[in-house]
């Protein structure tokens, strides 16, 4: 027997039905993904199929039995979910949590202008991204705007076979020799990132010739919507790239699409929880779910990680399973949690970047990252032995195939998960996701199998 470790693709180690399977799984994702293009409509999706499979929300069950299926939305933006086990709370539950939030342009507060004949919504970008992959390719508009009544109205245009699209229209090479003597952080000015929103007078509008195409457009949003101009302010707007979700390669062994940091590992945190479920004998663990929002800006806000609204949740779980008196902190001290992140596969063409040893390859499987940060692990959630020796030996028992990785190689760079808030909860908590090549890219780039596999991990988590 070797003593070597050898790191397998998965596809040459399944069986045929796990094939199948995961081809299955990969469809039900890219229709979730072409669906789930915002927080809110991840929510939105997530919430349909849990209650396609027996979920309930919270506030309905004034008591919870072994056994009862919960959801509790917060503000629209991040959802948290629980499936309750006959072991006692303060024993601790096993968690898996993901973000819904990915990399965007938002709107400005006061988008609208008109220049050179061209209506424009000025945008912010949202998230780490590199400019200049958002220049000159099809955008969608989704969103939610409150009217004067405060209600709420849904924006979905570009992704229906007959809605138009948008763009930022990018300089063309003749005329960017100026332009393309900046270094790729600066070519692109960030104020400069408007979107093409129209190019029509409105011949009518009693405004001033140069802003007649600004009217046109306020007059089409007014029909449609039943908004004005000041009604940006009150809206949460974003531009999303606006192609679809689609298999990569002759093979179709890769899956493209926007968004998959980290729908993909949302999808798999809300598959795992319900599959789980219905799979068990029965619930022992209290399994508990979560999809929440702001990760790509720090973790910060009420829909976030670090929103308190997570510790009033396990507060009306352990009130209403009639657990009171137990010590809150207790319950998270002893609670096991995977930190459902994506993690950066190793490029074909820059493996100068990663550390091959200790990167993660597509195909071969779901990542654990022992620890993530930068340099010197500066601000790294660093997952104990002990721990990684527990999650190992669940993967290794249940046939999860999995791989061990660094984000990538020591000062190229680093990031950060929402491990480190759980962390600081007191539990016990490792970074375990999907390996992405062209992350935060509007085209990002995953293996079939990798997601397939990611779900399997979750939900041997959940199971045991
Ligand atoms: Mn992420
Ligand atoms: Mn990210």
């Known amino acids: 027997m070797s003593l070597k470790y050898e790191k397998k693709d998965i596809y040459s180690s399944i069986t045929e039905e796990e094939i199948f399977n995961a081809d299955g799984y990969a469809k039900s994702y890219m229709e979730f993904l072409d669906k789930a293009r915002t927080e809110y409509l991840a929510v939105e999706e997530a919430v349909k199929i849990l209650e ?21 939305i917060n503000k629209n933006k991040s959802l948290y979910v629980a499936v309750i086990g006959s072991e006692e709370l303060v024993k601790g539950v096993n968690i898996v949590g993901a973000h819904i939030d990915s990399p965007r342009l938002d709107l400005k507060p006061m988008p609208l202008i008109e220049k050179s004949g061209a209506a424009l919504l000025k945008t912010q970008y949202y998230g780490g991204i590199k400019k200049y992959q958002w ?5 969608a508009m989704y969103g939610v705007v409150y009217n004067k009544d405060g209600e709420m109205i849904k924006v979905a245009i570009g992704e229906e076979d007959d809605d138009p ?16 003597k900046l ?23 009693e405004s001033k ?15 449609k919507y039943n908004i004005e101009e000041i009604d940006f302010a009150r809206s949460e707007i974003s531009f999303v790239p606006a192609f679809k979700t689609k ?19 949302a999808y798999a945190t809300i598959r795992a929880i319900i599959d789980a479920a219905d799979e068990a004998q029965d619930v022992s663990k209290t399994m508990i779910a979560m999809i929440v929002d702001k990760e790509e800006i720090g973790s910060i806000g009420t829909t976030s990680m670090s929103s308190r609204a997570f510790d009033m949740f396990i507060n009306k779980i352990i009130e209403k ?27 074909p063409e820059y493996e100068e970047v990663s550390d091959i040893q200790n990167g993660s390859m597509l195909g071969c499987g779901v990542s654990l990252e022992k620890y993530t940060g930068s340099g010197g692990k500066y601000n790294a959630s660093d997952a104990n032995a002990s721990y990684m020796s527990e999650i190992m030996g669940l993967f290794e028992r249940n046939n999860v195939m999995f791989q061990v990785g660094t984000l990538g190689k020591i000062g190229k760079g680093g990031g950060g998960t929402i491990a480190y808030i759980l962390a600081d909860k007191g539990c016990e908590v490792v970074d375990c996701g999907t390996p992405v090549l062209a992350m935060h890219s509007p085209f ?15 939900k041997a988590f959940y199971k045991e």
């Not at 008591?63 to 919960?70: F, S």
């Not at 010739?209 to 029909?223: F, G």
């Open 52 to 72: 396609m499979n027996g979920f309930v929300s919270l506030d309905e069950r004034p008591a919870l039995e072994i056994g009862d299926r919960v959801y509790f």
């Open 135 to 139: 220049m000159s390719i099809p955008l």
């Open 165 to 180: 699209v948008f763009t930022i229209a990018d300089l063309l090479p003749h005329l960017a020799k100026d332009q393309l």
């Open 183 to 205: 270094n790729a952080n600066d070519f692109i000015d960030p104020e400069k990132m408007s979107v093409l929103v129209g190019s029509i007078k409105d011949r009518d509008a």
């Open 209 to 223: 010739e140069t802003e007649k195409v600004k009217a046109n457009i306020l007059k089409i949003l007014n029909e």
């Open 247 to 265: 298999f990569i390669g002759l093979d179709k062994g890769l899956i493209g699409g926007y968004g998959q940091d980290d729908r993909v590992c």
């Open 321 to 347: 399973t009639n657990s009171m008196g137990i010590d809150k902190l207790e319950v998270f001290y002893n609670s096991k949690v995977l930190s459902a992140d994506v993690t950066a596969g190793v490029s």
């Open 444 to 458: 990002e780039v995953t293996s079939k199998y990798d997601v397939y596999m990611t779900y399997l991990a979750y």
